[in-house]
Each structure stands twice: as structure tokens, then as C-alpha cells.
């Protein structure tokens, strides 16, 4: 048994889901959290597409100072400037399957989330030594079923 778990841009989300139900995986838990990796929370602006509003969320556009209404998103800074805003929100999933299917698991994710960008994100693959679940007592692979 593997523990998987990927670090994801938040607008990937239900398509990693919705890609992860089609290969037959259903136990996925997602959380919210913050962090860097090699682009350093660094953003570019302007954002004419959205996809800044939708990575960061709005509520951190207006923490910064970067928009003035939440209704209205428009970016108040210079064109072509970067931005270093620290600790950047993401998904992180995770995920324990048996290991014959970990390889079609790190391959859909990488297929679903792979823009060729900073921030795309990472997968980690880590040895689970047990699995029981707690409603029969099931140990080892039938308790991931």
C-alpha cells in the first residue's frame, strides 16, 4: 500500500476528481492549504483571463491590496509587474491505494494537472505500513475497498 499525495492548483480540483472517479478510484480526501515551491508565491499581473482571481481567490486580491471590490476585480498595479505574495492557496489530496494502482494514479494526475507552468504542483508516493478500517476491523487491502 501507497499514500499518495498531490499538491494542486485549486481550479484542478473536480477535474482530478471527476479524472480519478473515471479510473475507478472513489477514497480521496482534499484540504485547503498554503504554501510555496519554486515560483516563491510569486504571481504575474495583469490578469486579463481571471485565472489569478480563480489560483488565489479574490479575498487575497483585496488582503493585498490588488482590487479594491470584490464585485468588480479589477487589478489596481502597473502592467508587467511580479508580485511575491508568499504562501499561495492549493489543494492538497491524498489518497491510499494499493500499489499495483499507484502508477495509473501519478500518471491521470500529471495528465490532469500538468499546464507546463510554475505551480502546477507536486506528487508525493510514501509507504503506508497498515490500513484497518474501523467500522468491520478490516485490515491490509480490503479495508481501501
Given at each position: 500500500m501507497k499514500e499518495i499525495i498531490a499538491i494542486i492548483r485549486n481550479e484542478c480540483v473536480e477535474p482530478s476528481k471527476s479524472a480519478l472517479e473515471s479510473i475507478g478510484i472513489k477514497g480521496i480526501t482534499f484540504s485547503n492549504v498554503t504554501g510555496r515551491g519554486r515560483q516563491k508565491g510569486t504571481i504575474h499581473i495583469p490578469d486579463p483571463e481571471g485565472t489569478l482571481r480563480r489560483r488565489i481567490g479574490v479575498h487575497l486580491l483585496l488582503q493585498r491590496g490588488l482590487i479594491r471590490d470584490a464585485d468588480n476585480p479589477r487589478f489596481h498595479v502597473p502592467v508587467e509587474k511580479e508580485l511575491e505574495l508568499g504562501f499561495l492557496p492549493k489543494r492538497m489530496l491524498m489518497m491510499v491505494a494499493d500499489d499495483d494502482d499507484v502508477p495509473s494514479i501519478v500518471q491521470t494526475?500529471?495528465?490532469?494537472?500538468?499546464?507546463?507552468?510554475h505551480g502546477d504542483g507536486k506528487i508525493f508516493i510514501c509507504p503506508v505500513a497498515g490500513a484497518i478500517r474501523i467500522r468491520t476491523g478490516e485490515q491490509g487491502n480490503p479495508a481501501l475497498s
Open positions: 494526475l500529471i495528465r490532469v494537472n500538468n499546464s507546463g507552468h
